[in-house]
Structure formats: structure tokens, C-alpha cells
Nanobody, 122 residues
């Protein structure tokens, strides 16, 4: 499966953005999908994940209650709705897919899209 993330941009603190991760391939519905982010000068960290059915979701503590992950398998797309954005949310956001169990571990995801930059101004 090939992934393409888009929807990043510049937003003021307190604002919202919706990222999309569009996938190619007819078996997308069999993949769990995660979002990870990498802030300037820092490592790549887990943000959120959703299992193949959309029935299970996972969130990092620092985005819980502000971000919502969802998917539309008919459109082969996973979304990350980001609300009440903070300057510390500034990062390049990556989506990734796994045929295995959906986890919060970067190493469990085999397929990665290019990143999309989110910049939150104070």
C-alpha cells in the first residue's frame, strides 16, 4: 500500500486542522493506520492510531481530547482532526500503515507516507 499525507499548514494557536492520509491499493481496509509526528530537532513520536475496522483508536496522552482519528475505508482515507492546537503541536506529521496489530510503536508500521508540515503560531 502507498500512502500520501496532506492537509498541513499554518494555523494560530487554538485553531483546527484536518489531516488526511490517502492510500492506494484495494486492501486498505485490512490495514491499521497510525499518525506520528516529528518536531524540529526531535525524534518521531506516536500521535494516534486506528485499527482496520475503525472500532479501536489509540491516542498519545498529549493529544487525547483534542485530536480525533477516523477512517473511511470506501475512500481509502484516514483522517486526523486536530482541535485546540498548541505551538508544541508544530511538527511534520506522517501516516503509516500496518497489516499486523495496530499499536503505538513506530517499528510495527511497515508502510509510510511522506510527511505534511503543521505549524502552529502563538
Amino acid at each position: 500500500v502507498q500512502l500520501q499525507a496532506f492537509g498541513g499548514g499554518l494555523v494560530q494557536a487554538g485553531g483546527s486542522l484536518r489531516l488526511s492520509c490517502a492510500a492506494s491499493g484495494r486492501t486498505f481496509s485490512r490495514y491499521g493506520v497510525g499518525w506520528f509526528r516529528q518536531a524540529p530537532g526531535k525524534g518521531q513520536n506516536f500521535v494516534a492510531a486506528i485499527d482496520w475496522s475503525g472500532g479501536l483508536t489509540y491516542y498519545a496522552d498529549d493529544v487525547k481530547g483534542r485530536f480525533t482519528i477516523s477512517r473511511d475505508n470506501a475512500k481509502s482515507t484516514v483522517y486526523l482532526e486536530m482541535n485546540r492546537l498548541k505551538p508544541e503541536d508544530t511538527a511534520v506529521y506522517y501516516c503509516a500503515a500496518t497489516r499486523g496489530p495496530t499499536t503505538m510503536l513506530r517499528s510495527d508500521y511497515k508502510f509510510w507516507g511522506q510527511g505534511t508540515l503543521v505549524t502552529v503560531s502563538s
